[in-house]
């Protein structure tokens, strides 16, 4: 139980475009899901926390025009990254908790993203 | 804020041998601690929590952590590693309510020769 998947595992995009990242919790609802972003040989960073049917609260330094978060429903939050740069470039890691409260995070498999 | 230390980024040990990873944190209030660990090619999958109650905290895999509050320590230990512990280990926390984000350490590679 509680598994966590993410779509694409891998992209490569072309710099100025748009990628879309999803996050799905396959075996359980979680109203709260959170996005990580993890640099090569470092360790993760919190990018935001996504709530189903309210606004994503950012962690500060991060662009939420850049980082668009939706989650519109108990098992599935999207990640955009809008016009798309070279130093986006990342492994993007989304989580969600099952409880919400004092709970545990389950981990997706993440993404790599890479732009030219 | 919160912040997490990890002492070692990189310990190599041979099989059969004790394991302790040290993890520092800081922060002001009520904590939750956690250990992950991330296998080669693998997703992070959680070792062991800590929310209240006895520091003493088992895990799977063998694994436990302790508690020491007075430190802001949760160091991870093993009795006796095998080759399959091979891998990085993260420690993390988030506030009292539970709800938030976690904080990462930098993380520990894991690296246990036959």
């Known amino acids: 139980g509680a598994v966590v998947s993410q779509h694409p595992s891998w992209v490569i995009c072309k710099s100025g475009t748009s990628v879309k990242i999803e996050c799905r919790s396959l075996?359980?609802?979680?109203?709260?899901m959170f996005w990580y972003r993890q640099f090569p040989k470092q360790s993760l960073m919190l990018m935001a926390t996504?709530?189903?049917?309210?606004?994503?609260?950012?962690e500060q330094g991060v662009e939420k025009d850049k980082f668009l978060i939706n989650h519109a429903s108990l098992t599935l939050s999207t990640l955009t990254v809008t016009s798309a740069h070279p130093e986006d470039s990342s492994f993007y890691i989304c989580?969600?908790?099952?409880?919400?409260?004092?709970?545990?995070?389950?981990f997706g498999p993440g993404t790599r993203l890479t732009v030219l | 804020a919160q912040s997490v230390s990890q002492h070692n980024h990189h310990v190599i040990l041979s099989e059969a041998a004790s394991l302790e990873l040290g993890c520092n944190y800081s922060y002001g209030g009520t904590v939750n601690l956690f250990w992950y660990v991330q296998y080669p090619g693998q997703h992070l999958q959680l070792l062991l929590k800590y929310f209240s109650g006895d520091p003493l905290v088992k895990g799977i895999k063998g694994f436990e952590a302790e508690f020491i509050k007075s430190k802001f320590s949760f160091n991870l230990r093993k009795p006796s590693v095998q080759w399959s512990d091979t891998a990085e280990y993260f420690c993390?926390?988030?506030?009292?309510?539970?709800?938030?984000?976690?904080?990462f350490g930098k993380g520990t590679h894991l690296i246990i020769q036959p």
């Open positions: 993390a926390v988030n506030s009292g309510g539970g709800a938030d984000g976690l904080t």
């Open positions: 989580s969600a908790d099952p409880s919400g409260r004092r709970g545990t995070q389950y």
């Open positions: 075996d359980f609802q979680a109203t709260t």
């Open positions: 996504s709530n189903e049917g309210s606004k994503a609260t950012y």
